[in-house]
């Protein structure tokens, strides 16, 4: 017979932070002779993390030759064992009897590095970009050497040719206002500025000596600020003709290299052509927004080229006068431009860097590869290669054309008696023979530069990296 039913004692009803409470209290029971202490760490694994830090942070001590280790000499003896490669390789497991030591931690291991052209033909592929995939089965001292890397593939960016350093050889004095132009002689017999003491003067380019002084402006010259453009005739010294239309100061002025026609842009934002004869305007090409700052002209299409404060470059059509392309790549003012005298094409400086273009469709090649970090007020190109910038804080680069590497950094010295802030280059213009630059100034002065003869590839070397990227901006 079954005895009778245990009766079941009844279970108190408990609040759940009284439960909760209980569990913590038996958690702080079990734990409490190791609260706040960490657990011993297991010598074993104390072990295998040590062994695996030496051969990952030590491995090229380890190797390196003339160090007595016998298991690496062994390794190399029999040709047998395989050790991971160098630091500067990436490597592949050999066959399956590697040593022990490579099958413990390192068998699956790739190292990386630079890349150049090996002479062993242990080579099973390159990756992407210059690292090279070296088979770990070659001999130990085959890997340790340079002759287990890939050649880098090398850059498409044209190498600049060397050119001599340039040095001031001659300063001259004798105006008394800024010098903002400056012209050359056809028969690089002599040079005239314009200044801002409204006179023009005429220099011996030989000796620097002042030969001939014309007034006839009452503002300061550029083509002129009071808005007038003269033609003088130097064999009676006198103006000639005069040619009004501009609404403002003329800052720029180009003469057409095969036929009679003179183009003035200024702060009107017109660039006027003239018939220098008649004194007739030919045409007034509107399109820019800003002051027409730079012009220049060649005898095929496009003929005329202006730059302009609103940032943008135009090319002009000079049969009808219109515009024939925009060119909107620069950031800030275009100050100053530049044509090869051989090449077709032409450089143009702004605040935020020098770019060049191909002439007859203004395609962008490149921008110089370096940035002069300044206002660029005149730049000048001769048919060596060689490119000129003046800034505004009175720095003078010389960079080559091809590549636009900026070979050498010059910046002048103000005259005794003037400010510091008077470094200001304003023009610049080479003779007819490309050896001589002339540089004009805010300090008054004008100064005269050439090549250092004493200059070689040994004491001037070449410093040039090349860029990774072409940048646009």
């Not at 909760?20 to 993390?49: C, N, T, V």
């Not at 190399?76 to 009897?97: E, I």
Request: charged share 20%; with cysteine.
């Amino acid at each position: 017979m079954p005895g009778p039913p245990l009766e079941m004692e009844p279970v108190e009803p408990q609040s759940l932070k009284k439960l909760s409470l209980k569990s913590l209290k038996r958690a702080l029971d079990l734990f409490s002779p190791s609260h706040g202490q960490f657990a011993a760490p297991d010598s074993e694994s104390k072990k295998i993390r040590l062994s695996h830090k030496i051969n990952v942070e030590y491995s090229g001590i380890k190797t390196a030759p003339g160090q007595p280790l016998k298991q690496v000499n062994s390794c190399v003896a029999d040709d047998k064992c395989r050790v991971s490669a160098p630091s500067n390789a990436l490597a592949l497991t050999g066959p399956a009897d590697s040593c022990d030591s490579q099958k413990e931690g390192t068998q699956n291991a790739l190292l990386v590095g630079p890349s150049l052209q090996p002479k062993t033909q242990n080579i099973v592929g390159t990756s992407g970009k210059g690292t090279a995939m070296v088979s770990a089965s070659a001999p130990f001292s085959e890997r340790l050497t340079t002759s287990a890397i890939i050649e880098r593939i090398p850059s498409k960016w044209p190498r600049p040719v060397w050119h001599r350093p340039w040095k001031n050889y001659r300063v001259i004095s004798g105006h008394l206002g800024w010098v903002r132009s400056v012209a050359f002689d056809p028969s690089n017999n002599w040079f005239c500025t314009g200044s801002a003491d409204r006179t023009i003067k005429i220099w011996d380019v030989a000796s620097g000596r002042l030969k001939l002084t014309l007034t006839g402006h009452i503002e300061q010259i550029r083509a002129g600020d009071d808005k007038q453009v003269k033609c003088w005739d130097l064999e009676q010294n006198k103006v000639i003709r005069s040619y009004h239309g501009h609404l403002s100061g003329v800052y720029c002025l180009a003469l057409h290299p095969t036929i009679d026609i003179l183009l003035t842009g200024g702060r009107d934002s017109v660039c006027r052509v003239w018939d220098i004869r008649t004194k007739m305007q030919i045409f007034a090409l509107s399109g820019h927004d800003n002051t027409v700052c730079s012009v220049f002209t060649r005898p095929t299409d496009p003929e005329v080229v202006t730059g302009s404060h609103d940032t943008t470059i135009k090319f002009w059509d000079l049969r009808y006068g219109k515009t024939m392309s925009t060119l909107t790549h620069h950031k800030k003012s275009v100050r100053a431009m530049a044509p090869h005298p051989k090449e077709h094409s032409f450089a143009s400086a702004s605040a935020d860097n020098i770019k060049k273009f191909s002439l007859s469709k203004g395609e962008f090649l490149h921008n110089m590869l370096s940035q002069q970090k300044t206002i660029i007020n005149t730049m000048a190109v001769n048919e060596d290669g060689v490119m000129a910038t003046g800034g505004d804080n009175g720095s003078l680069w010389f960079w080559d054309w091809r590549s636009g590497h900026n070979f050498q950094q010059a910046h002048t010295i103000v005259q005794p008696g003037s400010l510091d802030s008077e470094a200001g280059i304003y023009a610049l213009s080479y003779d007819v023979t490309g050896t001589r630059l002339v540089s004009c100034e805010a300090d008054k002065t004008i100064k005269m530069w050439k090549e250092d003869e004493t200059a070689t590839e040994q004491t001037h070397p070449l410093n040039f990296k090349p860029p990774k990227d072409i940048r646009r901006f």
